[in-house]
């Protein structure tokens, strides 16, 4: 029979905690030696929120869609009766799902106004008196009964005749394809679809993304604009040059040109020609309210403006600071060095990118690359989940004694 000591047993457990507690202080050395603060932990890596959890009524919208790609795509050319049928099943489906569908769904279904309309164009054609018989809810321009999100504005009647009538621009069953992916959140895709058209600019695959995203319109433009001008003195804007980081399909330049005047200058930067070509097709289209517009290619790691040329730089949607620490500091903290380094003395940032990253991801970000904070606009509603805050923040580079652009 073995007999333990009671004082062999308190050093064994005596050495065990000593080991423990060196244990947690090395982790903590080795984690505040890399990566932020010496003393914190090293920087999370942003995690996208959920954006593509799909409504009972998109999930059905794509099936549609995708049956009608599918008969598109049919080996062998539909006869006039069978295209006439296909059409008919797509659009009673569709105007049984929004039927009964609540304003909030029919808003966040609204791109299905594309390709529906589309699909109402070609029955009217076809049989006028077959598109009479779902007229209670479709005409020519599509789905009546959705409110004002189903109308096309001036930009978004461009962008509709680009996807779905000009042919030298892209086919329509490949603008629908991109648009099933895009609605799922499934881009891989995409770039593939317009490579098969041999269209030589990848960037056009992207251009035409932007046009399924929701946020095409003039409208959606100013909303934007009023996002931004809670963060913003709109009396310290006129005459002012405003660059706007991502300008997509231009649907925020009406905005910005009402807001800097016919005396103000209004930047565009992409990345890539197919948004200029893209702009130079809408520009040739219609008369939009733009007045100038200049427009630069940006890289990754570097906006390409020339240094203290701008009062105002403006971005909605990049979600600055979202990425690997390698990424961040490869690509991030160069191109938002290059933005400070283009903004004048006092010069203003807008960031709003609903939440993503988190503020505090932003704010550590923007810190690293030398700006300060100049104000932060909480902007999100009751329910809004805690760990996707909807907000605006402005930052601002730092004066030097140079002139300033008043702030809020």
């Not at 507690?21 to 890596?45: D, H, Q």
């Not at 999100?380 to 004694?401: C, I």
């Amino acid at each position: 029979m073995t007999i333990h000591s009671p004082g062999r047993r308190l050093r064994w457990w005596i050495l065990l905690i000593l080991l423990l507690i060196l244990g947690l202080m090395l982790r903590l050395v080795l984690t505040g030696s890399e990566g932020g603060s010496p003393a914190g932990p090293p920087p999370k890596i942003e995690r996208p929120p959920s954006h593509y959890l799909l409504s009972e009524e998109k999930r059905a919208l794509i099936e549609v869609l995708e049956g009608f790609i599918a008969d598109l795509q049919t080996p062998t050319h539909l006869s006039g009766a069978e295209r006439i049928a296909t059409l008919n099943r797509s659009l009673n489906r569709s105007a049984a799902i929004l039927e009964p569908a609540s304003q909030i769904a029919l808003g966040s279904t609204a791109v299905f106004k594309f390709p529906l309309r589309r699909m109402a164009e070609e029955l009217s054609e076809l049989d006028p008196e077959a598109l009479q018989k779902v007229s209670k809810h479709f005409t020519e321009r599509g789905y009546r009964n959705g409110g004002e999100s189903w109308t096309f504005d001036p930009l978004e009647e461009v962008l509709y005749q680009l996807a779905f009538h000009d042919l030298d621009y892209i086919q329509p069953v490949h603008a629908m394809q991109i648009m099933a992916c895009e609605v799922k959140g499934d881009r891989e895709p995409i770039r593939t679809l317009l490579e098969r058209q041999n269209a030589g600019d990848y960037t056009k695959a992207d251009t035409v993304r932007q046009f399924f995203t929701g946020n095409t319109s003039t409208r959606s433009g100013w909303r934007q604009m009023r996002r931004a001008l809670t963060v913003l003195d709109p009396t310290a804007l006129r005459g002012c040059t405003w660059a706007e980081l991502g300008y997509g399909t231009g649907q925020i330049f009406e905005a910005v040109r009402e807001v800097v005047g016919p005396s103000g200058v209004v930047i565009g930067v992409e990345i890539g020609p197919g948004y200029e070509a893209l702009v130079d097709r809408i520009s040739r289209r219609h008369a939009l309210a733009w007045g100038e517009i200049k427009l630069v290619r940006g890289e990754l790691d570097d906006c390409r403006l020339p240094a203290e040329s701008v009062d105002i730089v403006h971005e909605a949607g990049i979600h600055v600071g979202v990425g690997t620490p390698e990424t961040l500091e490869r690509e991030t903290i160069p191109w938002l060095k290059s933005v400070k380094k283009a903004l004048r003395p006092g010069g203003i940032m807008v960031l709003d990118d609903c939440g993503y990253p988190s503020l505090e991801g932003l704010r550590r970000v923007m810190a690293r690359a030398g700006f300060e904070e100049l104000k932060v606009v909480d902007l999100s509603v009751a329910g809004t989940p805690a760990t996707q805050p909807d907000f605006v923040a402005a930052f601002r580079k730092p004066v030097g004694g140079a002139r300033t652009l008043p702030g809020p």
